[in-house]
């Protein structure tokens, strides 16, 4: 974990970054609403209340969720992470549409995550550009 730190820390951030700190209590409410709610359609799933594509994206978007942190800081591959979070933000702009005529306040209750993921990404894409060949 100190070489993960250390590492992050030589990065060169925007003047807009928040502190290291903060991640970790926002990602601790945002997961609560994740497993809320995509369980909630988890549920809807397996009771056929829903077809599979729509189920699919909440699939993704957990898979590129979970994969952010091994990519970011186990690989410290910014570029990967880039990537990765830009499918964060595609899936989930896609399930919030999704689900929407099935589960509405699925797609209300996941705004403060769409809200941090899109803030996430330009802070990645720019410590990605900010950090080029390093």
Same mark, same amino acid.
């Given at each position: 974990? $100190?070489?993960?730190?250390? *590492? ?5 951030? +925007?003047?807009?970054? +928040?502190?290291? *700190? ?6 601790? @409410? !945002? ?12 549920? !809807? =799933? ?5 077809? =599979? ?12 969720? &979970? ?7 186990? &690989?410290? $591959?910014? !570029? ?9 933000? @595609?899936?989930?702009? *896609? ?9 509405? *306040? @699925? ?17 990645? !894409?720019?410590?990605? @550009? ?5």
């Amino acid at each position: 974990m $100190n070489n993960t730190d250390t *590492w992050y820390q030589t990065l060169i951030k +925007p003047s807009w970054a +928040p502190p290291s *700190w903060l991640f970790g209590p926002v990602w601790s @409410v !945002l997961y609560a609403v994740i497993i809320i709610s995509f369980g909630y359609v988890g549920y !809807l =799933f397996a009771k056929g209340k829903i077809p =599979f594509i729509v189920l699919l994206p909440f699939i993704l978007n957990v898979i590129f969720n &979970l994969a952010f942190t091994p990519l970011q800081f186990g &690989l410290q $591959n910014n !570029l990967l992470a880039a990537i990765d979070i830009l499918l964060v933000l @595609v899936t989930l702009i *896609w399930l919030l549409i999704a689900i929407y005529p099935y589960a509405k *306040w @699925v797609s209300y209750i996941n705004i403060p995550y769409l809200l941090w993921v899109s803030f996430a990404t330009v802070l990645q !894409l720019s410590i990605t @550009v900010l950090n080029w060949g390093k």
